[in-house]
């Protein structure tokens, strides 16, 4: 399967300021990324599906803005979290999938975001 | 639209005991089913998949699952826990429009020893 590296593992930052997570594909070229969020003792919630040269597709309740996706190439997605606050506190976990959903997603190791 | 549940979100084991996590899911059409285990501060790792063929899906660690069309059901077993088997584990459907996964509840496994 697809092997998957998520960058950075944690990150610590001050209310305000914007956090960029990288999703990258190792070798599969990923045109459909996904992105989760996990609060603790939690299952994932699907933040947005990540589409290679298109926009993402938010979830209802997601803040697009908030929350911004970009996919420039078939190995890289980012999720840039603007202007942080500490309810932005959290697991963050991409994964690579296919659109047709017959194969198994596979997932980054996450992110651990802390806003103080 | 498509959903899990996983009965149970904290099952406790003894070491060499057998393991059975429940999961129940509801599709319109034959579902893609998934077992995912997850360790502290990590991401999901693949157990095992069901897509149609065997209805017997063996995975790695030992694990297995059977489907059951009959019983909705995709539940996971392991004849023998290990102390490493101790995870959150997550059930989830594959919605085959999308590629989207939506994932149960999760179920805790604790094992002891």
């Known amino acids: 399967g697809a092997v998957v590296s998520q960058h950075p593992s944690r990150v610590i930052c001050k209310s305000g300021t914007s956090v960029k997570i990288e999703c990258r594909s190792l070798d599969f070229q990923a045109t459909t990324m996904f992105w989760y969020r996990q609060f603790p003792k939690k299952s994932l919630m699907l933040m947005a599906t990540s589409n290679e040269g298109s926009k993402a597709t938010y979830e209802q309740g997601v803040e697009k803005d908030k929350f911004l996706i970009n996919h420039a190439s078939l190995t890289l997605s980012t999720l840039t979290v603007t202007s942080a606050h500490p309810e932005d506190s959290s697991f963050y976990i991409c994964s690579v999938g296919n659109p047709t959903g017959n194969q198994p997603q596979h997932f980054g190791d996450g992110t651990r975001l802390s806003i103080l | 639209a498509q959903s899990v549940t996983q009965l149970g979100s904290h099952v406790s084991v003894s070491e060499g005991a057998l393991v059975l996590l429940r999961c129940n899911y509801s599709?319109?059409?034959?579902?893609?089913l998934f077992w995912y285990v997850q360790y502290p501060n990590q991401g999901l790792q693949l157990l095992l998949k069901?897509?149609?063929?065997?209805?017997l899906v063996k995975g790695i660690n030992g694990f297995e699952a059977e489907f059951k069309k009959s019983e909705t059901s995709f539940h996971l077993t392991k004849p023998s826990a290990h102390m490493s088997d101790a995870a959150e584990y997550f059930c989830a459907v594959s919605d085959k429009a999308t590629g989207k996964l939506i994932f149960g509840q999760g179920t805790t496994l604790q094992v002891k020893p």
């Open positions: 599709s319109s059409v034959p579902p893609y």
């Open positions: 069901y897509t149609s063929a065997a209805t």
